[in-house]
């Protein structure tokens, strides 16, 4: 790898948090992350929020994104804006993990806010009923 040009499949992956399911590669800048990150089927992250805007790009599989008061299925190609403070949470649904590319300010690298304030884990769904 070198200064200018990365790979994410030759970065170590890492989890991204205690409230969320997420995990993969992360390339810190000088003020922006980004992350290639990986859900597993029926699994995401809790209701939430950041002090940063952050944008989720979906590569593969499908997302179940909540975002303030909508929610909708977002599937490869879509693009989700998350404003700074605004709760949100995105649980891989279908059959195959949920691939994205996720872009924030480095003030704040992955994990944020639960809304209920409780760090007790990520968020787990039956597949069977969605």
Do not use: C, W
């Not at 279908?94 to 806010?113: C, Q, S, T």
């Amino acid at each position: 790898m070198s200064k200018y040009f990365m790979y994410f499949d030759e970065l170590p992956k890492e989890k991204f948090g205690v409230i969320t399911s997420a995990f993969g590669h992360k390339i810190r800048g000088d003020q922006i992350v980004v992350a290639m990150a990986q859900k597993d089927p029926g699994t995401g992250s809790k209701l939430h929020t950041h002090k940063v805007e952050q944008f989720n790009f979906v590569v593969s599989g499908e997302m179940l994104a909540v975002v303030d008061d909508e929610e909708q299925s977002v599937k490869p190609g879509g693009l989700i804006h998350i404003p700074i403070g605004t709760p949100h949470s995105f649980i891989a649904v279908g059959k195959e993990p949920a691939v994205f590319l996720n872009i924030k300010h480095k003030a704040e690298d992955m994990e944020g806010y639960p809304e209920d304030g409780i760090y007790d884990g990520h968020a787990v769904i039956d597949l069977e009923d969605k």
